[in-house]
């Protein structure tokens, strides 16, 4: 079984159009957090979720918004669609209780803005 | 914000040889990971170290949480190991980021 799984795999779409990027984990996680990868292969946080409360929100523009349905989903919209948004968007989840903090890692979805 | 430097930036290995990559970090830190990210672009965790030493298979890890560095080694290399090496760190409770370093970027050669 799949811990972190993300739809679509890749995503081709057009400047202006909006998307959005699902995530599920069946770890029975607390947090989820999604990290954008750019086309140097950086990755940096963009949101994090604890319970399906916003916890971290890294200078992202508001065209992004984050929802969290429950605590295993994590969904990411994009409004209004730039060049700019193409990337490798990366979900993960990590858990609370426990003395570790180590964050698992989905698939990624693979953005294409032309 | 923490600092993540990672070295080398590149290196190029024959299929057997060796190798150690090293992490160094600006503060102190609570979680420490290492990922290796294939050609398909998957992220594949290969340790969480944030102080110690672990050994899975040919590679190992060390992390000298004091000195804030971690060390990654790599023995008898394939091919099936080139990619892009990263380390995360992080500090801090619930919900918090992973700062990423830049990566070491691996060719293993036949």
């Known amino acids: 079984d799949t811990a972190v799984s993300q739809t679509p795999k890749y995503l081709v779409t057009q400047m202006g159009n909006d998307k959005s990027i699902k995530c599920e984990q069946n770890?029975?996680?607390?947090?989820m957090y999604w990290y954008k990868q750019d086309s140097k292969k950086f990755l940096k946080i963009m949101f994090s979720y604890n319970n399906k409360e916003l916890i971290i929100n890294e200078t992202v523009p508001n065209r992004f918004s984050p929802k969290s349905p429950d605590k295993a989903h994590l969904n990411l919209h994009i409004n209004s669609l730039e060049l700019g948004d193409s990337a490798v968007y990366f979900c993960?989840?990590?858990?609370?209780?426990?003395?570790?903090?180590?964050?698992?890692f989905g698939p990624g979805t693979r953005l294409t803005v032309t | 914000g923490i600092q993540v430097e990672q070295s080398p930036p590149d290196l190029i290995l024959q299929e057997g040889a060796n190798s150690t990559l090293r992490c160094n970090f600006s503060d102190s830190v609570n979680n420490l990971q290492w990922f290796h990210q294939n050609p398909w672009g998957q992220l594949i965790n290969l340790f969480y170290i944030p102080s110690g030493t672990k050994q899975n298979g040919r590679l190992s890890a060390t992390t000298v949480a004091t000195e804030r560095y971690s060390l990654l080694y790599i023995s008898s290399s394939q091919t099936t190991d080139s990619g892009v090496y990263f380390c995360a760190v992080g500090r801090g409770g619930t919900a918090s980021k992973l700062t990423f370093g830049t990566g070491t970027r691996l060719q293993v050669t036949l």
């Open positions: 993960a989840s990590s858990p609370v209780w426990t003395p570790t903090y180590e964050q698992y």
């Open positions: 770890l029975g996680h607390d947090t």
